[in-house]
């Protein structure tokens, strides 16, 4: 099908202190990101983790880089090694670095290193409930987060879980960066839509990029 949006430009739009959305940034990119994405889960496959408290979440996830988010009995944390595979994580592909470098600096981030992408991957009915990026030692550094295939619709509040929610769709290619004053903000994913996406099919996916350390 033709796509009359994808050489779109990408524009900025604010959401709060130290956040923006860099609407379309990775629309370019998408394509390699999704054939990239394969190939990091066919080395570290997607599985829905279970939390310490037991519930099995209905985000799929993997990860690359020198670190992953994965979780355990006793909490969240980063670790060099895949649980499932007891492989180190696949690498963070170059196109990846390149990319998350370019929205950080657009967001107004210079210097922004991750050591961590985590991968999502939402089905229909997939929801990220609301919370805090919280696990990384050093919250000097943003959250890149790209997103890619079906919509969805990110919350985006405060310090605070009560703070009232900003409510903004997500859609193929675009690139969130918070950091700053709003680096530890409550965020989350409203259950995805069932739908179909030329380039992901019935899912979307989003790379969140961290540095841990
Ligand atoms: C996250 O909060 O880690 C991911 C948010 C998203 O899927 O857009
Ligand atoms: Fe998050």
Excluded at 41 to 48: D, G, K, L, T, V
Excluded at 195 to 207: I, M, P, Q, V
Aim: net charge negative.
């Amino acid at each position: 099908m033709l796509d009359l949006f994808a050489d779109e430009a990408p524009w900025i739009e604010p959401l709060a202190d130290g956040a923006v959305i860099l609407r379309r940034f990775a629309s370019a990119d998408a394509q390699a990101l999704i054939a990239q994405i394969s190939e990091l889960a066919a080395a570290s496959p997607f599985r829905q983790m279970v939390t310490p408290g037991g519930y099995t979440m209905s985000v799929a996830m993997t990860n690359c880089g020198e670190v992953g988010w994965t979780t355990d009995h006793h909490g969240y944390l980063y670790s060099p090694i895949d649980p499932l595979t007891s492989q180190p994580w696949p690498a963070m592909p170059t196109l990846f670095r390149t990319l998350s470098d370019g929205a950080s600096k657009a967001a107004g981030y210079a210097d922004f290193t991750p050591d961590a992408c985590l991968i999502n991957r939402y089905a229909s009915g997939a929801k990220l409930s609301l919370h805090q990026d919280k696990d990384e030692l050093n919250l000097q550094q943003p959250i890149v987060s790209v997103s890619l295939g079906l919509p969805a619709v990110f919350q985006f509040g405060g310090l605070k879980r009560n703070d009232p929610l900003k409510k903004v769709m997500l859609e193929h290619g675009d690139v969130v960066v918070w950091g700053g004053p709003s680096r530890l903000f409550y965020h989350g994913i409203l259950p995805l839509k069932s739908g179909h996406h030329s380039a992901t099919g019935e899912y979307r996916f989003n790379l969140t990029f961290r540095h841990t350390r």
